[in-house]
Structure formats: C-alpha cells, structure tokens
C-alpha cells in the first residue's frame, strides 16, 4: 500500500511550518551539488569537490565516498540496474554500483560529460560527450555513439522502454535508435538552444526546457510542436505525474504542472500553487505512487501539493543553502533534499500525518 498524503485542507495551507529531520549522510566539508535514489532506495551524491558518495538512507554512517572526477559531476543518475551514474566536467564517465565498485565508463578528455541517463526496461546508460551521444550497457561496455549534432549535447533520455534516446543540442532534439545510432536520427527541430529534455512515460511526447526559458515539446507520433511559456528562469527540473498524466517543473515562483492528456497541454492553463514570489522553485519531484508533487525553492523551503487540486499545499521550511537535489524514495513513503552547504535533509510523510491530526484537534 503506498503512503497516504497527509489530510490537509484547503484552508491550512502554510499553516504547518515543521522542521524535517536531518541526516549526517557522511563526514565531509564540501557542497552536495547532485542527489540521485536508485530503485533500492540506495544514495548517490555528488560532491563539489569531485567525490561521489553513496550508501543507505538509513545508515549514513556506513557511505563510501569515492574519487570521481578531477573537478566536478556534472550529471548524475541512478543506474539501469542500480547503483549510478556520472559525467563530469573532466570529460569522465563512471558507473558506481550499489556497493561502490566502480567502473569506468569513459575517460578524462577534452570534452565534457553534460548529460547522463539509463534505462532500467533495457539496462541501457547514455552519455552526452561533446556533440555526441554515447550508449553503454549495464556492465558499462561501449555500444556506440551517434555522429555529432549542431552543438554540445545538453540532455539525453530514454523512451520508456529504453530503445530510442532523445538528444538535445541547438536546434531541437535528435530521437535515435540505441541500437543503431549510425543511422539517421529523427529531428524535431525548434529554434533556439535546449538545455534539457524528458521524455513522456507514455511514449507520447517529447519536452525540452529552452535557453529562452520556455518549454517546448513534441507529439512524437506526428511531431506536432508546442510552446509553454511564463518561466522566469531556464527549466532544468521535470518530473512526470504517477499516473503519467502531468509534467511538473521548476523554473517560476509557483510549481507548474502541465496537463498531457489526450493531444497535449495546448489550449489549457497550467495547474499551479505556491506563494513566495520572490523566490523560484529549483527541483520537483512528482510522488512515485500518489497523484502529487513536491518542490524545492531557492530559499530551502519545500511545498507539497496535489496535482489539479487547488490550494493543497503543506509548506515545510527546512533552512540551509540552495537546494541542489530532491527526490522520493521507492516507496513514497520519505522525501530528500540536499544544499549546495552539504547539508541532506530527509520529510518523512508519517510526521506529516501526525502533525495533520493534531492540527485538526487542535481545531
């Protein structure tokens, strides 16, 4: 049974300012700059100076750092088999199993990892280096790499079932076949740099975020094209809906959750909430299991809503530096956020419920 959301109304919305627990994940004196969870609920992050620690959630004194780029990560996921993946400004690649081990994916080089992704459905990884993309399987052996595209490749993702990878560069995004990437990719042009891309759970749709703070996507079936706009900021952070239904994301002072059902969002207002309009929401995370999404804000404050529901927001001020990571558990059951102070802060939905209850006797 997944978790419940905590039952608060309409009515209460920043009503409950709760401190979260904080975790010690592991001794050090440098930032966190990425977070990533792996399907076992295993930790990756990734260190301004380099390092990639990784462990349990529930035993921070047992993480394993490691050494894993001469500079910093500049992408970093969770593997298409557990453990992870990261690309950094040192022009290496590595796969960090759950215990640690590490694999070298790629070497040092001239040119830039900016993008990582994997596929748990095909136990693909793919790599942005410099204008190319480059494809892995599970055990981290090389299966090929595209020809170069129009400029740096700023974001790779795998269709659902992990075959196709779509590349972002200048221009629009290339949609290749991992399994031959030196045939001729299908382009979906638009104007204008793409700084990241996701692709629908469903298939459907491709979506990128703009260097002219926009989102732009596609209906791959006949590469029908749509603007999103009103962003304040460059949107590096989506998160699709459980039931793949909406496409949250940061880069405003309210979270945006666009509707893609049926033909897409065209035509239709976006469903939003949140209330600090000084400060811009840095990441969202979409709940695994429940219709609702949670988002970091650049003053390391958390709100949480309901998707299509007005006003259900739970407001959690947490304190510390700029957020840099946030992300659900496999379960739902416990939401974490990193800073770029190196601090690791983990909302537990069970307090939340607990304080909803006593709030209402309270009433």
């Known amino acids: 049974m997944p978790p419940e ?22 001794p050090q004196e440098a930032g966190i700059i990425a977070l990533a969870i792996d399907g076992r609920d295993r930790i990756g992050f990734a260190f301004d100076d380099g390092r990639i620690a990784v462990g349990g959630l529930d035993a921070p004194a047992e993480f394993v750092a490691l050494e894993g780029h001469d500079g910093v990560s500049l992408a970093l996921c969770a593997g298409p088999k557990g453990g992870f993946v990261s690309g950094g400004d040192d022009g290496r690649a590595v796969l960090i199993a759950a215990d640690g081990a590490l694999t070298e994916l790629q070497a040092p080089g001239k040119d830039w990892v900016h993008a990582v992704a994997a596929s748990p459905a095909s136990g693909l990884i793919a790599l942005g280096v410099g204008k190319t993309a480059r494809v892995f399987d599970a055990a981290g052996k090389a299966l090929g790499s595209t020809a ?57 749709f491709v979506v990128t975020g703009t260097q002219d703070k926009e989102l732009h996507g596609w ?61 811009l929401a840095t990441h969202v995370a979409a709940h695994p299991k429940l219709p609702v999404v949670a988002a970091a804000f650049e003053d390391g404050r958390i709100e949480m809503g309901r998707f299509a529901v007005e006003g259900q927001v739970l407001m959690k001020e947490v304190g510390g530096g700029l957020p840099t990571g946030l992300a659900w558990t496999a379960d739902g059951g416990r939401l974490l956020m990193t800073t770029e102070d190196g601090e690791f802060f983990v909302v537990d939905l069970e307090d939340l419920k607990v304080a909803a209850k006593e709030q209402k006797k309270r009433k």
């Not at 009515?11 to 592991?26: I, N, T």
């Not at 992990?162 to 045939?183: D, F, P």
């Not at 979906?188 to 996701?198: D, M």
């Not at 405003?252 to 239709?268: E, H, N, Q, Y």
């Open 148 to 204: 170069p595209v129009a400029s740096a490749v700023t974001g790779v993702a795998f269709n659902p079932k992990g075959k196709r990878i779509a590349v972002a560069h200048y221009g629009g995004v290339s949609l290749w076949y991992a399994g031959g990437l030196t045939g001729t990719p299908k382009l979906l042009p638009w104007k204008g740099s793409h700084v990241s891309v996701t692709w629908s759970p469903d298939g459907r």
């Open 219 to 279: 209906r791959v079936e006949d590469e029908v094209d749509m603007r999103m706009s009103g962003y304040a900021a460059k949107v590096k952070s989506f998160s699709w809906s459980a039931d793949e239904r909406w496409l949250a994301c940061s880069g405003s002072p309210l979270v945006t959750a666009w509707d893609f059902i049926g033909k897409g969002p065209m035509g239709r207002p976006p469903h939003q909430f949140g209330g600090a309009e000084e400060f």
């Open 5 to 26: 959301f905590p039952d608060f109304q309409p009515e209460d919305v920043y009503a409950d300012r709760l401190p979260p627990s904080r975790v010690d994940c592991y």
